[in-house]
């Protein structure tokens, strides 16, 4: 198996990639093929393939905040079951972070990401049994993920202005003995994470405003 980082819609890869995504994410978590062009030419937002017998079987989709010291899983895909998928793709993601950590001179407090909460959401993520949405989210746990006590939402990828719910956002702590974070450093990374997303539904609004009514986010076991 290998990695491969797509950069342009234009890469071969990148057709098997969204029709990947199209297979296992619901319509409003996957961005138009069309828009992908200028987020893959971002240099800090990291699109990973990984390749087995000239097929992409997986992806990853991350990125680094130095500035905040936080990293982001935008998403993680295993296409195929037994093939070791997540193992690799989590190695190599591990590796990239620490390199983009080293190389901004920062060392990171942590990472996000989203997982579906299975108890609220039905969705089958296209019958692939690594996407399960009870093993995605024990294997987070596993990881060592917490929950942030926080309802809630994000905008519709489909710019709709939607507020997608069902889900839960994580953090991973370097320190695995926190048990809550700067409620400033969530309100900070979701305003830069989702700026690319200019149609707010009201209920983000909300959850934007309670952030910043407080000083500190609990951290849940997942």
Known sequence: MKAHRIVSIQDPRFEELHRLM???????????AGLWEAPLQDPGIHVVVAIHDDEVVGA????????L???MTDFTIVGRPGLGIGRFLLKYRERAIRE??????SEP???FAEVYNPYATDHGFGGVTPMNPYVRREVLSHIG?????LTYVHPSWDHQGLAVE???????PSDDGLDQIPAGLVHHFLQTYYTALPNKPRAWD?????????????????
């Open 166 to 172: 069902g889900l839960d956002l994580c953090f991973l």
């Open 100 to 105: 983009l950590a080293k190389a901004s001179g």
């Open 109 to 111: 407090i942590g990472m």
């Open 22 to 32: 199209q297979e296992v994410f619901p319509p409003e978590e996957v961005l138009e």
């Open 145 to 149: 993920y917490k929950r942030l006590d």
């Open 69 to 71: 010291r936080v990293a």
């Open 206 to 222: 909300d959850m934007m405003a309670g952030l910043q009514g407080q000083e500190a986010v609990g951290l849940l076991p997942l």
């Open 60 to 67: 990853t989709e991350y990125r680094y905040y130095a500035a």
